[in-house]
């Protein structure tokens, strides 16, 4: 997740070819697809689904990332 959220794309595609997870969550449900959005990461996120990530969020989820999005004016990620 950390990869993910700093933007590191080589290590991201790296950890998905030795076989990470890219659906796994910590404990409070967060996940390397969320962190990529949260840090606006566009590319890391279509790899990372590209890689099978799931990324279904609950309502309060979904309208949480949707807030950060807007007003971090992440407007690719918006458009997804």
Do not use: Q, Y
């Amino acid at each position: 997740m950390l990869a993910s959220a700093k933007g590191h794309r080589e290590a991201v595609t790296l950890l998905l070819s030795s076989g990470a997870d890219p659906s796994a969550t910590d404990n409070f449900g967060g996940s390397a697809a969320l962190e990529a959005a949260r840090h606006g990461h566009d590319e890391i996120l279509d790899a990372l689904v590209a890689g099978g990530a799931r990324w279904h969020l609950s309502a309060v989820a979904t309208a949480s990332e949707l807030c950060t999005c807007v007003s971090e004016c992440h407007l690719p990620l918006l458009r997804r």
